[in-house]
């Protein structure tokens, strides 16, 4: 019951840490997506998922583009989405990366919401 190491994000972290294979994985509220060392506590790699623009939530500054739930691992891979509503400020964005590098493998948009008419599609 003591503490090996801590590490600080720029943001609220709202969702334990995924271990994968040795590694630590979370999301932050500055909208980034951590891999830690999990034996040091060393930051592998950092992943942005979006633009640099924050906000005021709850009396703190956090990103347009928080990450925030757990970090799914597989398969040497790593999945999340980043933002805050599908029907909001342009959707969701849907990320796979490789657990190695953290070099993003695929990004996609989640929205309901036709950025031609700016009208709710339904569900899909």
Not at 20 to 41: I, P
Not at 77 to 94: D, H, K, P
Not at 103 to 118: A, G, L, Q
Request: hydrophobic residues 35%; aromatic residues 14%.
């Amino acid at each position: 019951g003591h503490h090996r190491w801590h590490y600080i994000t720029g943001g609220e972290i709202d969702s334990s840490p995924t271990w994968y294979k040795g590694r630590l994985l979370f999301g932050s509220a500055d909208g980034n997506v951590y891999c830690l060392d999990a034996e040091s506590g060393k930051l592998a790699w950092r992943f942005q998922a979006a633009n640099e623009r924050t906000i005021v939530s709850y009396g703190q500054l956090a990103s347009t583009w928080p990450i925030h739930g757990s970090v799914l691992a597989m398969d040497d891979e790593v999945f999340f989405t980043a933002g805050t509503s599908s029907y909001l400020g342009g959707g969701l964005l849907y990320y796979r990366l490789d657990i190695q590098t953290g070099k993003m493998i695929n990004r996609s948009v989640i929205t309901y919401i036709d950025p031609k008419t700016e009208e709710y599609i339904g569900t899909q």
